[in-house]
Each structure stands twice: as structure tokens, then as C-alpha cells.
């Protein structure tokens, strides 16, 4: 095994109140991303 | 008075039919056929296969839902496509053999007026010789069936390494071509948390083989992502979490044969080797399901419906690599042949892999297929639908509804670890999922902060939520619709 992920860092990834925020940014990130629309590459490029 | 038959309940064939029940009105009929009684929500197998989740918490039963909702239901298995009918049946048909209990082995011509094919793929295990599930300590876990009997085994072999015995572990892709590589790496970190939960992880030496180039390519030829503050590869943080956690991999790796606790593989630079394992989860490849098509005059069509997976509004002519643009990507899932015929989700035939072709000097091509994970498969059935649902409403065919997967984001949060307060998960979002090189040509054909990574406990909750959330919608409770696909 080779520590790639220091201890402050694992601290972070696994403090749950440090997470819980990371939780509320994470959901609306990715429901932007997902939720930010999708469409069509013809007619962008013609 | 439309009649809309889907194919398949799946993800796309489920969110297909609850769409068009919502918005049009009963005058018009929806059915469903499928083999399968249950839904499932596939992504949580994963838990299944470890033992945190029981198959029933990610299945629930069909036809009390549809009947309810008015979505008339056939549990059946479609083999064959008339689009055009024949001399008996002048409407375009599908033939169906049921597969329930009541009327085992009976078929029926179904007739529509609009066909969705969200048939998804045929796990193709018999293209890699002793590739069967629960046999040769092989498993999978694409199917809750699958995941429960992986757990089976999984739990079994850890009984054993309580009582002393050192494992060997194999889990990646068992085909040169398979592809849903990111669901045999959630199945990995799964294994290997569980292991060190049951304390028995310093007895399993656990190895990654893939048909991936590099690590973290997924099918979709790698990304960069910002993670945090940094600029990294896919494949440096896929290597980071593998390494932290004792992982070993081998790349580049076709499987072709599968022994008992024997995998043999051939590598991109064409040496053949093998393998030795304990307990194995190889993702087979996934292919069409073989379907055939007729014309009104009986002949053989199948070639305009099928390519493998079915033919739609891709641009399928052949061309480098280097040639590849977005625009080969469908936009409508529309079969060019038969403007009433649609196959969102898996069920199309993709222009080509995503990731970059790769030949060994024996002439095999080990690199993924190109995935269709779950968002993107709703995403494409909701537009289908909503196409028909505006082409009954006009009364003429309106394809407004466009979603490329050149243009489309997708989130793979992908579970690392279970538990409330030990969990885990790898969340990686990207966009577009296919690369565009010409938009974005200084950041690997995808937009950073809208490509991103997170490693984390938040991670699993996000996982967590979202299996709630789809069961939810899936079960159509109210204001399902608002939960987006
Ligand atoms: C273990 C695992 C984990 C995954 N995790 C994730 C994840 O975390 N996130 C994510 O986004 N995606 C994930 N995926 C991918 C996701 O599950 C798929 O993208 C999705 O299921 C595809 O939906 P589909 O409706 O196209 O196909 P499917 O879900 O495969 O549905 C196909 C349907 O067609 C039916 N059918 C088959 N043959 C016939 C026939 N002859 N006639 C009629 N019906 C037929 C089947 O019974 C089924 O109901 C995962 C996949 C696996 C295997």
C-alpha cells in the first residue's frame, strides 16, 4: 500500500458536518449539470 | 387514438412510459412489454452484491403500478419486428412470447402506432468461454439476481479468510470489448471496504483488469477533471484511490477464457497470460438481442432496424479516430428507416466507442464499448417521449426534443464504501459525456467545472439519496416528475 491521501485530506472526506456541507454543494452541482439542459451538436456546428 | 407500445422497463422504457401515461390523455394506450416482473434499479446492485442491501429493497413489482396508472403491461419477450405488418395484420407489429406463469410459451402480434425499443443489451456471457455467472467462482451483479448470488459467494470466501485463508480477488471487465467499467469499479471499492469491515482485508490481495488503456478511462476515453483546487486525469485519481487502498491493476487486458479461478487474458502488447483467483467479478460484454425484422412481404429486414444494438440517427459510416466528431451522435433516436420507431437508452447502436480504438498485435481490439449509464438513458427516453407526445398533439411528427450525448451531462457518483458514517464515494460528473475536441480542445473535449471530481463521504449519501429519490419517482408517488431523470 502506498498513502496516497494524506490524513488532513482523509479528515476531510470522512468528517460528517465537513461532508454534510460538501453533500448540499455536491447535490446542486450535479443537478445543475444534469438538469442544465441537453440539445442537439448538428446544427451548433454547421 | 395513438397506441404506443414500449419495449422493455427498464430505466429508458420505464421513464418512456411514465411520461407519455402523465401527459396524454387515456384516449390513448401505453403498454408496456418485458420479460421481467420487477422493476430494479440496477446502480445499487452493487450493494446487493455486498451484502448492505437486499434485492427486495431495489425491486417492486410491475403490474400493480401500471394497472393502477392505466399502462396496460405484457410480461414478455419480444423476438420479432414487423414495422411495416404483413398480409394478416395490416398495422405495423411486434411478436411477443410471454413469459408468465399463465401464459408461458403463448405468442402475440402487438400491434402500435409508435415503438419505443428500450430493450437495453444482452449480457453477452457466452462470448467469453466459461464466463457464467455463479459458475467457476465467477459473478456478476448486473441483475439483482446476479448481485445476490455474488454476495453469496463473496460472504462465503470471507468465512473461509476469517478461518485463515488468503484470497485472491479479480473484478473488472471479462470481454476485450465489455464496457460499464465504472460499475465494476464501484463494485471493487465496495469489495475491498467490506473486506476491512469484516477484518479480514490484510488476507485478500485484490486486482483491477480492465480492458481500459489507462485507468479511469470508463469508456469515454478518460477525463480531466478539476479536483479541488487541482487540474487532474482521470487516470491519476483512479490510480490515487487504487493505490491508498492496496489495489493492484492490469490494463489493456482482453479476457477470453475463464477456468476455474482461472481467467486467461490477452494484453495489448499480444502476450497471452493469466490469472488465479478466489472470487471473480467480470462485467461481460453487452450486445443487441439478436432481434430480426420483416417487411409486409416477409423478407428479411433486419439489417435496416438492427445494427447490433438498432439503428437510429447516428452517423454510422465508418472513420478514424481522428475523425470523430459529436455530430456522429444521435440526436432524436429516431430510426431513419421507420419514422414511428425509437431506441433510447442502451438499446441504440452507438457511431462507435467513445474511447480510442486499440488493436494488439494479434489483431484483437481490447478497448470499452462505449457506456450509457443510467441518466443518460432517462434523459433520452424522456425526449422520446416527449417527441411523440407533441407528434399526437400537432398531428404531424415533431422531433423538437433533442439531446445528444455531445451535448449532455452526466453525473457517475460512484458508491466507494457503504455506510452512514463510513461510506464512501467517488463522484465524478462530466460534460458532454462523448468528448468535444473542437469546443473545448485545451481540456480533453470536455468543459472543466462542469467536469469535476469529489472523494468523500458525501459521496455515498449523494448515492444514497439518489437511490431513494429514483425508487420514488419510479414508483410514480407524487409530483414524481419534479425528481428530473
Ligand atoms: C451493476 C451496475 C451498476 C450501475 N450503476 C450505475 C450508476 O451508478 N449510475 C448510472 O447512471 N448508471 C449505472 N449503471 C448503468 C445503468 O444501469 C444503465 O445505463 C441502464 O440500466 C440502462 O437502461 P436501459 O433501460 O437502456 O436498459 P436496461 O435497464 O437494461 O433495461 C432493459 C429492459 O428491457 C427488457 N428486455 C430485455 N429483452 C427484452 C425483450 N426481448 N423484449 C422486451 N423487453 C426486453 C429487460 O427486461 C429490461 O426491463 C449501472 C449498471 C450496472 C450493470
Redo the contacts with the bound molecule.
Sequence with gaps: MTQRISKFKRFVMMNPIIQFFKFIFLSIKVLLIVAGGHGGTREVHK | MSKIVI?????????AASHLRRKLDKTHEVIV????SN????????WV?IGRMKSKEILFPLAPLYKKKGIGFKQ????SFYPEGDSETEKPF?V?EYVSAEKKGETERITYDYLIN??????NFETTEGLNPGTNKTY????YTH?DHANEGLQALIAEMKKGKEAKIVIGTGHAKAT?Q???F??ILNVEQELRRQKVRDKAKITWISNEYKLGDFGMDGMLLSYGSNIMKSHEMVEMVFEDRNIDWILGAGVNKIEDGLAHYETLTGEYKTIEYDFAML?PSFSG?G?KAFDKNNNDITDKLFKGFMIVDADYAPKPYEDWTVQDWPETYQNPNYQNIFA????FAPPHSISKPRKSPNGTEIFPAP????????I??KLVADNIIDSIKNNTESLHHKGSMGNMG??????AGFGITKGSGVSITTFPIVPDYKKYPDTMGRKLGKTFGEIGLAGHWL?LM?HYAFIYKAKMRPFWYLIPE
Design positions: 419495449l422493455g422497463a427498464g430505466i429508458s422504457g420505464h421513464v412489454v418485458s420479460p421481467n422493476y430494479q434499479w440496477i446502480p445499487s446492485n452493487i452484491g414478455a419477450k419480444v423476438t411486434v411477443a428500450a430493450t437495453g443489451p444482452k449480457l456478476s451483479v448486473c441483475t448481485a460499464c465504472g460499475a465494476a464501484e463494485y462485467i438481442h432481434f433510447p437508452g442502451i438499446a457506456p450509457r449509464t443510467g441518466m443518460p438513458s432517462g433520452t427516453a452526466a453525473a457517475c457518483i460512484a458508491s448515492k439518489l
